[in-house]
C-alpha cells in the first residue's frame, strides 16, 4: 500500500513552457485534491475531484487543468507556466467516511 | 466566508515545557476541525480530527485539542514537548462533503534543549 505518490519530486521549468504533476493513490479513495503551499500562505486548494469524470475548482484554479479518467490517477496540468506558479504542490486523498487527508510527499515547483 | 486564523506564525518552547498552538475559524455551516503536523520536507501527516460529541479530542503522539463553539476556536495542546515535535502545525476546517478544506497559514514550532 503505497498511499498516495506524486512524481516528480523536483522540477524547473521555463515561463510558457507546460507540464504535468502526476498523483496517484491506492486507497480506492473517492476524493482527491491539489494544494500549493507558500510561504506565509499557508495551503490553498487548487482543484478536487469527488470521483472519476467529475472536477471542480478549489481557490486558486487560475492557470491549472484537471482531469480525473480513474480513481487512482488525478494529474495537475500547468499549461503555460508563469514565475507565480512557482510553488509546492501537494495532492491530497481523503478518506471517505472519515474526511481525513493523506497527502503526498510535495512537488516542488520552480518557474524561471 | 470560511478562513482559519492561525496568530501565531512562530513559537519556541523548551523540551519538556507544554504548548498551546491557537486556531480561529469562519464557517458557515457545522465545522469539521483537523489539525496536520508537517515535518520538514514532508507531506501533512493528520494530528487529530474533532467533527462532534466530546469537545476535547485526543490524538497521535499525545497531543490533544479542545473545540470551543462560542470562541470559534480548536486549540492544540501537548503538556510535555519533545523534541521531535519541531514541525509545522496546520488547522483546517472543512464540512461534511468531504471535497473542500480551508487551511490556515500553519504554526512553525521550535523545540530548545
Known amino acids: 500500500n503505497a498511499g498516495v505518490t506524486q512524481t516528480p519530486k523536483f522540477q524547473v521549468l521555463k515561463t510558457g513552457q507546460s507540464m504535468t504533476l502526476q498523483c496517484a493513490q491506492d486507497?480506492?479513495?473517492?476524493?482527491m485534491s491539489w494544494y500549493r503551499q507558500d510561504p506565509g500562505m499557508g495551503l490553498r486548494l487548487i482543484h478536487y475531484?469527488?470521483?472519476?469524470?467529475?472536477?471542480d475548482q478549489g481557490e486558486v484554479p487560475n492557470g491549472y487543468n484537471v482531469s480525473r479518467s480513474t480513481t487512482e490517477d488525478f494529474p495537475l496540468r500547468l499549461l503555460s507556466a508563469a514565475p507565480s506558479q512557482t510553488s509546492v504542490y501537494f495532492c491530497?486523498?481523503?478518506?471517505?467516511?472519515?474526511?481525513?487527508?493523506?497527502f503526498g510527499p510535495g512537488t516542488r515547483l520552480t518557474v524561471t | 466566508a470560511q478562513s482559519v486564523t492561525q496568530p501565531d506564525i512562530h513559537i519556541t518552547v523548551s523540551e519538556g515545557a507544554s504548548l498551546e498552538l491557537r486556531c480561529n475559524y469562519s464557517?458557515?455551516?457545522?465545522?469539521?476541525l483537523f489539525w496536520y503536523v508537517q515535518s520538514p520536507g514532508q507531506g501533512l501527516q493528520l494530528l487529530l480530527k474533532?467533527?462532534?460529541?466530546?469537545?476535547l479530542v485526543q490524538g497521535i503522539k499525545g497531543f490533544e485539542a479542545e473545540f470551543k463553539r462560542s470562541q470559534s476556536s480548536f486549540n492544540l495542546r501537548k503538556p510535555s514537548v519533545h523534541w521531535s515535535d519541531a514541525a509545522e502545525y496546520f488547522c483546517?476546517?472543512?464540512?461534511?462533503?468531504?471535497?473542500?478544506?480551508?487551511f490556515g497559514t500553519g504554526t512553525s514550532l521550535t523545540v530548545i534543549p
Open positions: 491530497a486523498s481523503t478518506r471517505d467516511s472519515s474526511y481525513e487527508q493523506y
Open positions: 486507497m480506492n479513495h473517492e476524493y
Open positions: 474533532y467533527f462532534s460529541g466530546d469537545t
Open positions: 475531484s469527488v470521483g472519476a469524470g467529475i472536477t
Open positions: 464557517y458557515g455551516a457545522t465545522p469539521y
Open positions: 483546517a476546517v472543512g464540512g461534511n462533503t468531504g471535497n473542500q478544506f480551508y
